[in-house]
């Protein structure tokens, strides 16, 4: 039998016994769009949250979070809708400013997503400056696999570390179930 712990809100979330001092600090995001796409479809939401690292790279703590909503140049599509339960309504009249994302990226030495791939591509044509930062992929450059993961999907690492997250696919519960994965201690 395995117990499933909800995830800790990142105004609620505490940093493990036995972290370190602060050494650097990251900028965990992730984007939710009409599609795949950067050169046609549209950023429909934003979450950025800043963590504290400590030198040995574990999460000591989150210093803050920042989200958006943006309307797009068109409907949103319904299975788009479906996926993230963002509709037309909840964006009218909506915009992220790529100046305030800008500045807010500049507090981070680099920015880190579960799929940086898709992330960076569609960031970059909102905030340009974002292709100035270094990129960490959660998918892809950590060793899930040595760290007893299987499988690729971020949820399902948190179901085989206890967690869930009740919310998938809007930015910030994306981003508070990355933080939460991250800070995962593997025994």
């Known amino acids: 039998t395995r117990v499933l712990h909800r995830i800790a809100p990142l105004d ?3 940093a493990p016994k036995g ?3 602060l050494h650097m600090k990251v900028a965990v995001l992730d984007l939710e769009t009409t599609g795949l796409d950067p050169q046609y ?3 429909i939401e934003i979450a950025v ?3 504290q690292i ?3 790279g574990r999460v000591i703590g989150v210093e803050s979070i920042r ?3 943006q309307q797009p140049s068109r409907p949103i599509e319904p299975n788009i809708a479906a996926i993230t339960g963002i509709d037309d309504a909840m964006v009218a ?3 992220i400013s790529s100046t305030s994302i800008a500045e807010y990226l500049e507090r981070a030495k680099a920015c880190l997503c579960f799929n940086a791939e898709f992330d960076r591509r569609h960031l970059e044509m909102l905030v340009p400056k974002a292709a100035e930062m270094p990129w960490i992929c959660a998918m892809r450059d950590v060793p899930w696999r040595d760290l007893g993961f299987d499988g690729a999907a971020q ?3 948190l179901a085989q570390a206890g967690m869930f997250n009740p919310v998938a696919h809007r930015a910030r519960d994306d981003v508070a179930s990355l933080v939460n994965l991250l800070a995962h201690e593997c025994r």
């Open 12 to 14: 609620q979330w505490k």
């Open 19 to 21: 972290t370190g001092t």
């Open 41 to 43: 479809d549209e950023i």
């Open 49 to 51: 949250a800043i963590i």
């Open 54 to 56: 400590d030198a040995q």
């Open 67 to 69: 989200t958006g909503l």
């Open 93 to 95: 009249g909506k915009r």
């Open 155 to 157: 949820n399902y690492h």
